[in-house]
Every structure is written in structure tokens, then in C-alpha cells.
């Protein structure tokens, strides 16, 4: 159960501490306490674990400071959509909105190599307009012997140059809980020059000790990918891991399962799965179409493999997409294969405009067909 308190209810006020004490004698029941601080209010959420069933919606509903209670289903307490929960599924971070309506682009570099590399690609991105991008420094590799991505010592020319071109949100796998550290002392070194996704990779969904280090800190937002060989709700639940710990600016990625019914592609693109999600959850949902596709190949009709499938996650309501460029494919160390070139950014961004335009319109669509019938 889920208690929603008045916005800014103050904890040293005596209805605060009214309530607690009543929480505290009720058997078998514990309190945890989620705090928001919003730029507006302070949102205070007190989730009620143990045996809630035998207590009464009303009685709790009329404890000083609660505005709402929302019973939860035993699945996902936090993320997860339950019944009568209109808590928002949105958050900003650096000035960016990410939401289960909103659409964001993380187009970049699978791993930083130069620092060259990444002027060119921020540079094309501010002339598309674009505030956001995907930079890895730390790569989880399969091979001991490939490139592991430089780590700390490229952070700061990522940094500035994201500062100089005016990307606010950088996408950026960590691999251990030291990472969160580096980042953190290279964004106050630049003097906070960009803002900084943290992604846990598909390899570490379960990775239940990162999760919980990277769910106890609030500043950055997490983009979790779906676990390339697990169950959709086990990679929730990791999720779920994340927010039980107190950052709920999660979203979740799609970037396609590790089995061969996919082939030819790296993965089976499992962007149907979109929906699905937003269902579930109150998570913003990402795919990733190139860590799915995995390759340049085209279709007949002209159109990489790549563009079909974002296309089809986008007009079945994705928001966001995680996608690789590279300014020269071949000289990139990680996922050169399934990078796009600068010169097809444009019309890759055109192409996803079109994509959310249908999307938008299904919506109308589905509305107009409602309210005819209703
Ligand atoms: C990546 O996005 O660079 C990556 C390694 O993705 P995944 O964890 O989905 O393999
Ligand atoms: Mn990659």
C-alpha cells in the first residue's frame, strides 16, 4: 500500500509525526519512506510493506498528511501501473523531460576512441538540434583482449565538448560502483558541463549490488536494459531494484534477446514488447536498434534494417532510442558494423519524425473511436 502525502508535508510537523506513530503500531507493518524534491514541491510517499490486506483504504486514507493511498499489486511496487494509481510516470533531469509521452533521441558513439570522433558527432547534433547522446566509456566486452573502453581518462574532453556543443544528456554504461565516482568528479571538475545518463548494460540486469549503489543515488537517472537471456519480468524486477531504493528516474531498454530465431540479426528485436511495458510499468521505455539489428543490411525498399526497426518501436510508442553513429565505421573499436554514418543523421531523425507523427495520430484515432462509441 502506497500513502501519498499533502506536497510539502513537512517531517518535524506534528501531523507527520502523528501519522508515523499510528503507522508504527499497526502489527506487522513497515514504513518506508521515499522523499521527491522537486524544483516546485517535496512529494513524500510512505510505502506500507507486510500485511496490508486486513488494513481499510478509507481509515488510512483519513490519517493526517495522506492525500492518497493506492493499494499496489504484489509486482513492481514502485515502477509497476496499479489500479487507480495516477501517480505521473515523468521526470527532468539537466532541463530534459523524459516521460511515457515523450520522445528523446540518444544518437553517438557506441565507445569513445577520440576526442576528434566526438566533436564531429556532437557537432552534427547541435546542428540537428539534438540535446542528447550515448558516449561509452566503459565497455563490457565479451573478449578479455578487446578495447574496454578508456574509462575515466576521456571523461573530461567528453564533458566539455558535450558542454561547448550544448548536449545536455549523455547516455553512459557503468560496469562498477567505482564508475559513479569518476563520473561524478569529472562533471565537477568541468564545472557540470553536461548532464549523465547512467546505463546498466543488458549484461548486468542482474547485477543486484550495482543496482542497489546505483538505485541509492538520486542525482543521476538510470536507463536499465532488458537482460539479453531473461524473462521481461525478471529484468523489471531488476528495475525495480533500482527505484525500492529510492531513484525512480528509471528507464527501461529494449535492445532485443540473445537467441538465434533472430538471425540474421545480432539479436531478436523484441520492440513489440513496447507497449507491453508501458502496460506494466509507469517507466519511459527505450530501444535500441542497434545493439538489436546489429548490422548495415537494407531491405529492397532502400531502408537499413536499423531504420525499419526503430521505426516500429517509435510507432508503437517508444520514448526514447539508443542508437550508434560513427563518423568512420571502420576505424571505430567497438560496433563499427552496425554504426550509422554522419550523413544519414538527418535523414534518420526524419525518418523517426514520421514514425512518432503515425504514432500520434493512432492515438487520435483510438480516442475519436472511444468517444464515438461511449
Ligand atoms: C551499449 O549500449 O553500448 C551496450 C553494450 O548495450 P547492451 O548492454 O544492450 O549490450
Ligand atoms: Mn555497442
Redesign the pocket.
Known sequence: MILILVPNTRSDSPEYKQLLAHLANLPGISTRIHTEVGTEQTLTELYLIGNTKALSTDEISNLPCVERVVRVSEEYRVLGRHQNDSRSSSFEYNGVLFSQDTLNIFAGL??VDTLEHVEIMMKALQAEGQVCT?M?AY??RTSPYSFQGHGKSCLPYVFDLAGKYGIKVIAM?ITHEAHLEEIRTALHQTGNATGVML?I???NTQNFELLKIVGRQQTFPVLI?RG?GITLDESINAAEYLASEGNRKVIF?L?GMKTNMGDPHRNFVDFAHVPVVKRLTRMPVCI?PS?SVGTRAGSPDGILDIMHATAQGIIAGANMV?VDFHPVPSKAL??GPQALLMKELPLYLEDIQIARDAYLKRVELVKRYSQESD
Do not use: I, M, W
Open positions: 557506441c565507445a550515448r561509452g565497455k563490457p554504461e546505463q548494460g543488458t549484461r536494459k539479453f531498454g535492445r535500441d545493439h539508443l567497438v560496433d
